[in-house]
């Protein structure tokens, strides 16, 4: 009885997994961020848009890309062109679900087709930021950091928390570009990075963040009290 229970299992994943090949690609970064919220299983995309972010820093790299829909984060595989913002691109692969039922989109194919535009960053207020309307958008953001913690999943980045009024908002940022960053908590400070609805995964905070751009830093408005005991 168990066994056939599993087979039965089996034969209907390998069956999602066949039809969805079988279907025609998605073909706008609306239907691939619908699909990776609502759908299960297998699918195939082909996609057009305009680059608005590239983090080119290794092998495997993640990219945003726009085009008349929305945007749509893609994670890239090794051996895949490296495309620079402002590329029109068109970029072929699948839609997943990994193990843990995380989503992705994985780009295999990369060609460029013209130059496009990237959207300038939105000045933003942390309590504004809108889940559906800022989400992958380029924003520049106030607060006070109020903490700066390791990340549990890669060393080799920390999380701001980024405090404005009653709202605190998580900035991811990579530790080479945080220079004497212990200087950092308490100072009033503006940055630009890209808005996230969720993070990548399995970590005890899974909300909302930004994505510290490499390219723009962090600017001290007010640097941070000389007496510790005045830090927020």
Known sequence: MYRLVFVLSLTLLLSASIQGADMPPIRSAAQINDFLAHGEGFAKFAITGDVQSADTSAPRFWLTIRD???RAAIWCKPGVPHPSAGDKVEVRGYLRFDRRKEPLAVGEAIAKVGTGTVDPALTVKLAELDEHKHHLASVCVEGTV????????????????LKDGETIMPVAANK????????LIGALVRLTGSFHTSIVGIRKFSGPYVDLSDKHGVDVIRPAPTDPFAAP
């Open 146 to 161: 109020i903490d700066i913690v390791e990340d549990e999943v890669d060393a080799e980045n920390c999380f701001l928390l």
């Open 176 to 183: 080479r570009i945080l220079h004497a960053r212990e200087r």
């Open 68 to 70: 008349k829909t929305a």
